[in-house]
T-cell receptor, first 111, second 111 residues
């Protein structure tokens, strides 16, 4: 069966510091991968998605970036965090364009 | 622009009753609509997908309807239990990688 991992589970970072969140999927090949952010009281916002290694599509202009160095690895990064980057970050995978399967999430607090 | 509205931010219901959640969409022609469940501090979990040519779909105590004329989906939980308390998200889709989620309805089932 397929599983998705995200780490860390929680993170507290100062403004201006770098960020690296990692997501890995097991039990499937060539998945579509997604990064979402869920801010308090707001819905899920799609940040990036990837349909293959090295292929990244950005949905929202921001100071975040994503990379997919391996088939089942998706990384979310920032060079300098802003207060507004605080939120719940979710990675998801799918094999088609419909059902997505989400990871446990990373709670990021920027102080 | 595309818009998704879920009937209310919060819904309280007595245990044993049927909970009905509404998802309305505008400026959309979805080929299918999905419902997800999200518990606090967790990622969403896929529940059901209903396609545009299906009027109704059932899974155990869950029932989903899809009316493309009204641009609406109804999500029912029969014989509700306290364990059903969670936030429920709808997500209309049309074959694109960019899946847009509603903000969700927080359901509380009171014993």
């Amino acid at each position: 069966s397929q599983t998705i991992h995200q780490w860390p589970a929680t993170l507290v970072q100062p403004v201006g510091s770098p960020l690296s969140l990692e997501c890995t999927v097991e039990g499937t090949s060539n998945p579509n991968l997604y990064w979402y952010r869920q801010a308090a009281g707001r819905g899920l916002q799609l940040l990036f998605y990837s349909v293959g290694i090295g292929q990244i599509s950005s949905e929202v202009p921001q100071n975040l970036s994503a990379s997919r160095p391996q088939d089942r690895q998706f990384i979310l990064s920032s060079k300098k965090l802003l207060l507004s980057d605080s939120g719940f970050y979710l990675c998801a995978w799918s094999l088609s364009t419909d059902t997505q399967y989400f990871g446990p999430g990373t709670r990021l607090t920027v102080l | 622009s595309q818009k998704i509205e879920q009937n209310s931010e919060a819904l309280n219901i007595q245990e044993g009753k049927t909970a009905t959640l509404t998802c309305n969409y505008t400026n959309y022609s979805p080929a299918y609509l999905q419902w997800y469940r999200q518990d606090p501090g967790r990622g969403p979990v896929f529940l059901l997908l209903i396609r545009e040519n299906e009027k109704e779909k059932r899974k155990e105590r869950l029932k989903v309807t899809f009316d493309t004329t009204l641009k609406q989906s109804l999500f029912h939980i029969t014989a509700s239990q306290p364990a059903d308390s969670a936030t429920y998200l709808c997500a209309p889709g049309a074959g694109s990688y960019q899946l847009t989620f509603g903000k969700g309805t927080k359901l509380s089932v009171i014993p």
